[in-house]
């Protein structure tokens, strides 16, 4: 029997379904189709879904169903999934004003890579990323993964304040800070969008990125940033 | 229109509805009273919707002043509860006139007391919901604590019966609960030896916990878990970081992470957990998910039949 999928209790009123072992685009993939699924399949019995890199947390409503029954449509739903193809999320596009006066860390990342603080822009700029998860603040989205070259560990001691829209790196994994925060990744850059809208109308205001979703980083000058509602 | 209005607010005192469930995607926790049971008694005493907004304080300090006349029940925690300054009744619907103060004080037993009034505090929802998340800024009336000189309304709302919960009908508080767990997550790293000691040890509950879990001082548990990748946390998951101490995650938890969990406390024992405070002890006892089940059920007729009786006159 092949290690994944694999499901197990969490709590009470919960499983997990780990879908692989690493992350990648295509566990990001399957897992917002498996939650897509269990929703359409399973409704109000569903209490909340916490979708992560390569896992699905399903909370359920433990006065209307259980253990054994939610496990049987897990594994109904993957055996279908795994024979159609899982589509990816929307691409989203967000601008950035990579600079030494924008993103503290970046110019010691460009001397550590030896490819100099406009090299790690160019680089971080230059592929697509997965939103893996969404987590650890409100609306704070898990990017992967960056090239190897501007890999780097979080910081030994985080800052007590990361402005809100810090675009950072912390090992492969890249972000744009909602809001301002404690943080402990490197900064490379700043953006000027909102990604979450506490005071938005509705949910599907109030975020911009969703787990599976695609983004590219879009280099902007300081003028620009400006222009879009940047504030240094 | 009706209002209670805070003279004092206490070291924590939070508004807080039933909690913010199926927003985990956007990265929103739950929130929600630390002790649902108690909260839901306080709603049941008025005959309120059990979703309405009452007010969780955390180790008393809380004190209000009525304008206009309302109802209102206190539950919770064995704190001293004062109207007019004389001595006035938990756990029972109180009748207050208009200017009537109100004050909660710090508790003989127990860490969280719940104030809720006759048809709920009209807060505006958030996001589903008006639990106040601190962490989030979320929630309540603008993301915060409650401070001297809120304003908090009150829906109006026909009276309610006034009704007690008799003595022997109401939870007990000490300074130790048994903690019942499900088994999952990543138990199974976690050698037979160490979840052994895990069962057979008490664990004191440290200075440093709060809303988003509960810390824990005690023999230190060890792993064989790898690096692992962030995942989806339960309420009350029993979270193992490098230093061995678990910390069990309650309301206010990060929604992901990336620590291995031995599974999940049963949630009437997360409220019993939740009215611990630094220095109290507790144990732990594996359960299955069958058992667990049953324990909820039991639960809720045990509560349903649970005595609240009109008050003589």
């Known amino acids: 029997m092949p290690d994944y999928p694999k499901i197990e209790t969490a709590g009470e009123a919960s499983l997990i379904v780990y879908l692989a072992a690493e992350a990648s685009p295509d566990s990001a993939a399957a897992v917002r189709s498996l939650g897509d699924a269990l929703r359409e399949r399973l409704g109000e019995h569903i209490e909340d879904l916490i979708p992560a890199h390569a896992s699905l947390l399903v909370i359920f409503d433990a006065h209307a169903t259980n253990h054994a029954a939610v496990a049987g449509e897990l594994r109904e739903i993957i055996a279908r999934l795994q024979q159609g193809r899982t589509e990816g999320g929307r691409l989203v596009q967000i601008p950035v004003y990579y600079a030494p006066e924008s993103g503290e860390d970046i110019e010691e990342l460009g001397r550590s890579s030896g490819l100099g603080w406009e090299g790690v822009a160019e680089l971080h700029a230059s592929r697509e990323y997965q939103v893996y998860a969404i987590g650890f603040a409100p609306g704070f989205a898990y990017l992967g993964d960056v090239d190897d070259r501007i890999a780097r560990p979080r910081l030994a001691t985080p800052r007590p304040r990361v402005p809100r829209g810090a675009v950072a790196i912390a090992e492969r994994q890249t972000a744009v800070y909602p809001a301002d925060s404690p943080g402990g990744w490197n900064l490379i850059g700043r953006s000027p969008m909102t990604l979450f809208n506490a005071d938005a109308d509705s949910e599907d205001t109030a975020m911009v990125l969703r787990a599976g979703d695609r983004v590219r980083f879009r280099p902007v000058d300081r003028d620009e940033f400006e222009a879009l509602g940047g504030v240094l | 229109m009706t209002a209670l209005l805070v003279e004092k607010a206490g070291p924590l005192s939070l508004l807080q509805d039933r909690g913010r469930f199926g927003r985990a995607a956007l990265g929103l926790t739950t929130g929600g009273p630390m002790d649902p049971i108690a909260a839901g008694l306080a709603n049941r005493l008025l005959q309120n919707d059990a979703d309405a907004t009452l007010i969780e304080i955390s180790l008393g300090g809380l004190e209000l002043r009525a304008e206009g006349d309302l109802q209102l029940a206190v539950t919770g925690a064995d704190a001293p509860l004062l109207r007019n300054d004389e001595p006035a009744a938990s756990w029972s619907v109180l009748d207050l006139d208009a200017g009537d103060r109100i004050a909660i004080g710090h508790p003989r037993r127990g860490c969280r007391s719940y104030l809720a009034v006759r048809g709920g505090f009209d807060i505006a929802p958030r996001f589903g919901s008006t ?13 915060g604590a409650l401070e001297a000189g809120d304003r908090l309304p009150v829906r109006t709302a026909a009276r309610a019966e006034r009704r007690w919960i008799p003595e022997g009908a109401r939870p007990a508080y000490a300074a130790s609960a048994s903690l019942r767990v499900v088994l999952g997550y990543q138990h199974s790293a976690f050698p037979q030896q160490e979840q052994e000691r895990f069962f057979s040890s008490a664990y004191r509950v440290s200075r440093l916990s709060d809303r988003m879990g509960y810390r824990l001082e005690g023999p230190a548990l060890s792993c064989d878990s790898p690096g692992m990748l962030s995942e989806g946390i339960a309420a009350g998951a029993i979270q193992v970081p490098p ?47 069958d058992t667990a089940s049953r324990a909820l059920r039991l639960a809720a007729v045990h509560e349903r039949n649970r005595r609240i009786e009109p008050i003589a006159r």
């Open chain 2, 131 to 143: 639990a106040t998340v601190l962490r989030e800024g979320i929630g309540g009336l603008k993301g």
């Open chain 2, 243 to 289: 230093d061995g101490q678990p910390i069990i995650l309650l309301n206010d938890r990060q929604t992901i992470g990336g620590y291995p969990k031995l599974g999940c406390v049963l949630s009437l024992d997360c409220a019993a957990l939740a009215q611990l405070r630094p220095g109290d002890t507790v144990h732990f006892a594996p359960i299955t998910t």
